[in-house]
């Protein structure tokens, strides 16, 4: 069996009055992130992570933010058309530990309903799927409630 790890970032800017996404769920806020597709920061650190591991490029390489078809599009789509990509390619997710950014607002309220969505959407099991939350201490864009971003780290298996 093989193994191979990938490594995923996301940032996106907060603008007030619109929805927030993250992990595939509806975060309630008086802001939400700016992006051409839904915007969902940990998702797409997931997605950048997976397409990373299996050598495949990135998210704007597969589904380009100059395409209007993507245009408002949830990431839970484009989370489940990279899991098609890594297991047409025979991968198989071995785990993901992710980490999200942000002042406000808390989240850990949500992070069990994130890892059932992400685990359902991936097809995985919910184990596999780690979601942890941080501040910045009020530092920089993050601690400024200008931005939220998020990182990932997945492992993926062959057995090849």
């Known amino acids: ?9 996301d940032v996106h800017r907060l603008e007030e009055n619109l929805p927030f996404w993250l992990g595939g769920v509806r975060i ?8 051409h597709s839904d915007a969902d920061v940990l998702i797409h650190a997931m997605c950048d992570a997976l397409l990373g ?19 408002g599009i949830a990431s839970t789509i484009l989370l489940k058309k990279t899991m ?20 406000a607002p808390k989240i850990k309220p949500y992070i069990a309903g ?10 995985v099991d919910e184990e596999l799927i780690s979601v942890k939350a941080t501040t910045e201490e009020r530092l920089g864009f993050t601690g400024r409630r ?13 057995a090849v």
């Open 146 to 158: 200008e931005g939220v971003s998020a990182y990932a780290v997945v492992m993926i298996t062959s």
């Open 114 to 123: 994130m890892r059932r969505h992400l685990a359902r959407t991936m097809g």
């Open 53 to 71: 591991a299996a050598a495949l490029g990135d998210l704007g390489e597969h589904f380009p933010d100059t395409d209007p078809g993507f245009k």
């Open 28 to 35: 309630e806020h008086t802001s939400g992130a700016v992006g």
């Open 84 to 103: 098609e990509l890594i297991r047409s390619r025979g991968y198989e997710l071995g785990n993901v530990d992710s980490t999200v950014c942000l002042q």
């Open 1 to 9: 069996m093989s193994f191979r790890i990938g490594f995923g970032y």
